[in-house]
Structure formats: structure tokens, C-alpha cells
């Protein structure tokens, strides 16, 4: 069975740093890409950010982009997120989210998330 | 960035009842386009990917149809279960772009 464990929201000030984590099971994790998606309270979906299997190509919406920094840990089945000059629209709940297929963008299994709150 | 408008926002309808959710992308995306469902306090769940591809596990009753620039969520005979928001995202263009969503409520 798929698990997708998060961990490291908190409530953080304005301006500091936070690092979340994601400790996967049940699947070969080395082989398959991985993300990182945020709701903000009472919204939508937002995608933030991916990292490919093999070469560990990231990606980063614009509005994380030079503040959120996505990596794995292949020894340890673990993905990582440290996130940077929080601001308060950081505010959400972030999930962990397996990649369907290699080069499939899709999500086919989420954690049930960890809460990042920022405060002015 | 490659927008997602989804329409209905909230769609009221009853038990049985057959339901339709747009999604109209503002860029050609093929059929680079999934579907999720997401229930209060918990994650979303892949239904659809690759415009009609069921997920693992996903009841029939849920369809998918589309290509390019429109695309439509199908529920043939809604159960008390598939009351819940439902969410389109795109995979053609980097950045990842989700819809807005589309509530599907009880009348």
C-alpha cells in the first residue's frame, strides 16, 4: 500500500524558513517523480513544485520560484521541501504527491498533508 | 501559464441525477488533462487521467471526455459519495496548472 507521510508545518513569522518533509512507503520511490501541491484555507488546488526520478530535474511554480527548494533522498525514501522568505500567501496546507508515471504530471497518490501557517 | 476555467463553480443536483463539469484551457493541451476529487479534510484522489483514462479503482460511473481545449467530467448516476469538489489539471505546459474546481452539492 502507497503511504505518504508529511511532516515540518508549523506556524512560522513572516519572512522565516521551514523545512517539510514526506517519508514515502509502499512503492519503489527511486523510480518514480514526485511533488509537492499547496491549498490555502478554503481554496483551491496549487501546484509548487516536482522533481523528476533519475536525474532529479525540478520544477517550481513562479510564485515559489528562488524561495522554495524541492529535494529526495533516494537512499531513504524521502522527499523534502525547504521553503524560504515565507510569506503570509504561504499559508496552506501542503501535500505530498507521488507522479503517476515517468513523464506523466499526474498525481496518483497524496499524503494527508502538513499545515504551514505564516504570520505578519 | 496555461489557465484552467472550470464551470459550473457549484453544481446542485440529487442522488441519481447525471452531472457534467467543464474544464476550458487557454492553450492546446492534446488530452494532457486529469481530473480529481477532493472531499472535506482529506486529499484529493486522481479519477481521471489523460482526458479518459480511469484511475485505479474508480467506479465506471465516472467518465471523462475531451481534447485540446475543452474537456468534460462525466458522473453517469451520482451516489451519495461523489458529493465533493472536483478538480482538472493540466500537464502539457510547465507550470502545473489546477482549475478552480466545480462543487457538487446535494439539492
Known amino acids: 500500500e502507497v503511504q505518504l507521510l508529511e511532516s515540518g508545518g508549523a506556524l512560522v513569522q513572516r519572512g522565516g524558513s521551514l523545512k517539510l518533509a514526506c517519508a514515502a512507503s509502499?512503492?519503489?520511490?527511486?523510480?518514480?517523480?514526485m511533488g509537492w501541491v499547496r491549498q490555502a484555507p478554503g481554496k483551491g488546488l496549487e501546484w509548487v513544485s516536482a522533481?523528476?526520478?533519475?536525474?532529479?530535474?525540478?520544477y517550481y511554480a513562479d510564485s515559489v520560484k528562488g524561495r522554495f527548494t524541492i529535494s529526495r533522498d533516494d537512499s531513504k525514501d524521502m522527499l523534502y521541501m525547504q521553503m524560504n522568505s515565507l510569506g503570509v500567501e504561504d499559508t496552506a496546507r501542503y501535500y505530498c504527491?507521488?507522479?503517476?508515471?515517468?513523464?506523466?504530471?499526474?498525481?496518483?497518490?497524496w499524503g494527508q498533508g502538513t499545515l504551514v501557517t505564516v504570520s505578519s | 501559464e496555461t489557465v484552467l476555467t472550470q464551470s459550473p463553480a457549484t453544481l446542485s443536483l440529487s442522488p441519481g441525477e447525471r452531472a457534467a463539469l467543464s474544464c476550458r484551457v487557454s492553450?492546446?493541451?492534446?488530452?494532457?488533462l486529469a481530473w480529481y476529487q477532493q472531499k472535506p479534510g482529506q486529499a484529493p484522489r486522481l479519477l481521471i487521467y489523460?482526458?479518459?483514462n480511469r484511475a485505479t479503482g474508480i467506479p465506471a460511473r465516472f467518465s471523462g471526455s475531451g481534447s485540446g481545449t475543452d474537456f468534460t467530467l462525466t458522473i453517469s448516476s451520482l451516489e451519495p459519495e461523489d458529493f465533493a469538489v472536483y478538480y482538472c489539471?493540466?500537464?502539457?505546459?510547465?507550470?502545473?496548472?489546477f482549475g478552480g474546481g466545480t462543487k457538487v452539492e446535494i439539492k
Open positions: 492553450d492546446n493541451v492534446r488530452s494532457y
Open positions: 489539471q493540466q500537464r502539457r505546459n510547465w507550470p502545473l496548472t
Open positions: 522533481i523528476s526520478a533519475s536525474y532529479h530535474v525540478t
Open positions: 489523460d482526458a479518459s
Open positions: 504527491a507521488k507522479v503517476r508515471a515517468t513523464s506523466e504530471w499526474y498525481f496518483d497518490y
Open positions: 509502499g512503492f519503489s520511490f527511486i523510480n518514480y517523480a
